[in-house]
T-cell receptor, first 113, second 115 residues
């Protein structure tokens, strides 16, 4: 079945450091790929998405490119801020499985001032 | 747009008691999902509805769990009887349609503690 694997956390960075959170997926067909972010005490919210190969999703300085050849969707940000501290979830939604969204385990990011 | 609204935000109950969690999805969204989040298992899909009809409840852990959606603007998740291992954060999410690029919109969750 479809699955998402993302790097384990926590990831601890200093402010203004470069961020990469790795995500790879397994799916049949052509899924859409998402990054969601969860701040403390809140639900998940969409950060960015990409719907086809080579698409780049971007929002709030975060970017991820849909790489079909490597089945990856790595999240990057050039300069993190303390306010980026949160849990980040990679997810896919495909044409199989009743259009369910499959989530990775989440990666916790701590950014120090 | 008020977003997905869940109540209560926190629930503390004793083992054996009945617990009811409530959700109001975003108006116009055809799909509603119930998730459970724990440190050990992460985010688990329990059940989802399409146009108020349950489509897949394979994630519901036991018969103690039940979910209903009597109309397009309201859903409940009930646990009866509750057990300490049910302690978790329960999220409701809604989605507009079946296109696979349509994202989920989550509520802020209900933190359930069963003592």
């Amino acid at each position: 079945g479809d699955s998402v694997t993302q790097m384990e956390g926590p990831v601890t960075l200093s402010e203004e450091a470069f961020l990469t959170i790795n995500c790879t997926y397994t799916a049949t067909g052509y899924p859409s790929l998402f990054w969601y972010v969860q701040y403390p005490g809140e639900g998940l919210q969409l950060l960015l998405k990409a719907t086809k190969a080579d698409d780049k999703g971007s929002n709030k300085g975060f970017e991820a490119t849909y790489r079909k050849e490597t089945t990856s969707f790595h999240l990057e940000k050039g300069s993190v801020q303390v306010s980026d501290s949160a849990v980040y979830f990679c997810a896919l939604s495909g044409n199989t499985g009743g259009f369910k969204t499959i989530f990775g385990a989440g990666t916790r990011l701590f950014v120090k001032a | 747009d008020a977003g997905v609204i869940q109540s209560p935000r926190h629930e503390v109950t004793e083992m054996g008691q009945e617990v009811t969690l409530r959700c109001k999805p975003i108006s116009g969204h055809d799909y509603l999902f119930w998730y459970r989040q724990t440190m050990m298992r992460g985010l688990e899909l329990l059940i989802y509805f399409n146009n108020n009809v349950p489509i897949d409840d394979s994630g519901m852990p036991e018969d103690r769990f039940s979910a209903k959606m009597p109309n397009a603007s309201f859903s409940t998740l009930k646990i009866q009887p509750s057990e300490p291992r049910d302690s978790a954060v329960y999220f409701c999410a809604s989605r507009m349609d079946t296109r696979n690029n349509s994202p989920l919109h989550f509520g802020n969750g209900t933190r359930l503690t069963v003592t």
